[in-house]
Nanobody, 126 residues
Framework: EVQLVESGGGLVQPGGSLRLSCVGSGFSFDDYYVGWFRQAPGKEREGVACIATNDPSTYYADSVKGRFTISRDNTKTTVYLQMNNLKPEDTGVYYC???????????????????WGQGTQVTVSS
């Protein structure tokens, strides 16, 4: 059974940091691109970061560039999202997603990913 399990969300003040983790199982993790998405209430799900397989090249949405860092440890089948200098607009449910064939032009489109986690809530508020 394919599973992606996120953890690490919580409540943090503006300017604070969080590190999210996404643990994969049931598939060949090393061969999959992994993306982080978020969804705020009333808004569409948006991609924020993506990491390639063995390279591993990383990609970021403009809204998080310079503040978020995505990384992976294939020995632990885990992808991380380090989030620094958090802003209230970063609030939302964060999901990780995986797919074996992601076209770079579509890496931030949710429809391009086959496997999804259940999400973890991130709230940035004073």
């Amino acid at each position: 059974e394919v599973q992606l399990v996120e953890s690490g969300g919580g409540l943090v003040q503006p300017g604070g940091s969080l590190r999210l983790s996404c643990v994969g199982s049931g598939f060949s993790f090393d061969d999959y691109y992994v993306g982080w998405f978020r969804q705020a209430p009333g808004k569409e799900r948006e991609g924020v970061a993506c990491i390639a397989t063995n390279d591993p090249s990383t990609y970021y949405a403009d809204s998080v560039k310079g503040r978020f860092t995505i990384s992976r440890d294939n020995t632990k089948t885990t992808v991380y999202l380090q989030m620094n200098n958090l802003k209230p607009e970063d609030t939302g449910v964060y999901y990780c997603a995986a797919d074996s064939t992601v076209i770079l032009s579509g890496m931030f489109e949710a429809r391009n990913y086959d496997y999804w986690g259940q999400g973890t809530q991130v709230t940035v508020s004073s």
